[in-house]
């Protein structure tokens, strides 16, 4: 979608100047925002592409006014109302009122280190041939859906070079609305700078994305 989060190209915003010595949290909510976030995470109503889908949905008055922190936990006190863990007079009042949905796993303070190095793999077995390989010139898809994608919309309608195959992955697109993993191939697409920001760009800027098959075409 063409959310707030979509800010490649957006003018208005800025340089970008990240500080080497940033902290990791910049205050103890923060670590705990994380904490939360993970955890509810393993209980397994909704997987990472659904997580990333309802914080890009979110109003863009809030999402450019809140922190990088806050918009998990905006993004988090929906997912668990959507699923029947909270209601909002629960979030309103801080506290719990009703009854709701028992999570499938509750993940417990000891097994905390296995479950995060076990991490959630999304690499997929493809049984289809490559429609792409390196050295092929491909345009992207100019489509702008209303749900959740992993193409920029800088990079939309755009011609490059695959530079590289990266095995099948699960399909976010469909993953995010609980249409099922449908895995496909995914390439390392490779842009002049020209092509994506015009004449005036830096002529020895490139960039790359990561494809989904489906997002390209042969040129």
């Not at 976030?37 to 209980?43: D, E, I, V």
């Not at 806050?70 to 309103?92: C, N, T």
């Not at 449908?182 to 002049?192: I, M, R, S």
């Amino acid at each position: 979608m063409n959310g707030p989060h979509d800010l490649g190209g957006q003018m208005g915003f800025g340089p970008i100047a990240p500080d080497p010595a940033e902290p990791k949290f910049h205050a103890e909510w923060e670590r705990r925002a994380l904490g939360i976030t993970l955890a509810t995470g393993t209980m397994g109503a909704w997987n990472i592409d659904e997580s990333r889908h309802t914080r890009e949905s979110l109003h863009p008055a809030l999402y450019y006014n809140a922190s990088y922190y806050e918009i998990w936990i905006r993004a988090l006190e929906k997912l668990l109302e959507r699923h029947g863990f909270v209601s909002p007079d629960e979030i309103e009042a801080g506290r719990k009122l009703w009854k709701g949905v028992v999570p499938k796993r509750v993940l417990k303070a000891g097994d905390v280190a296995e479950t995060l190095a076990r991490g959630g793999p999304c690499d997929r077995a493809v049984l289809t041939v490559p429609r792409f390989k390196p050295g092929d010139r491909v345009r992207t898809i100019n489509e702008h859906p209303t749900g959740h994608t992993r193409l920029p919309r800088y990079a939309r309608g755009k011609t490059g070079i695959v530079e590289a195959w990266r095995e099948g992955y699960v399909f976010p697109d469909t993953n995010a609305h609980g249409k099922g993993e449908t895995p496909q191939h995914v390439y390392t697409v490779t842009f002049e700078g020209r092509e994506l920001w015009g004449k005036k760009s830096d002529p020895a800027l490139t960039v790359s994305i990561d494809a989904w098959e489906s997002y390209l075409e042969h040129v």
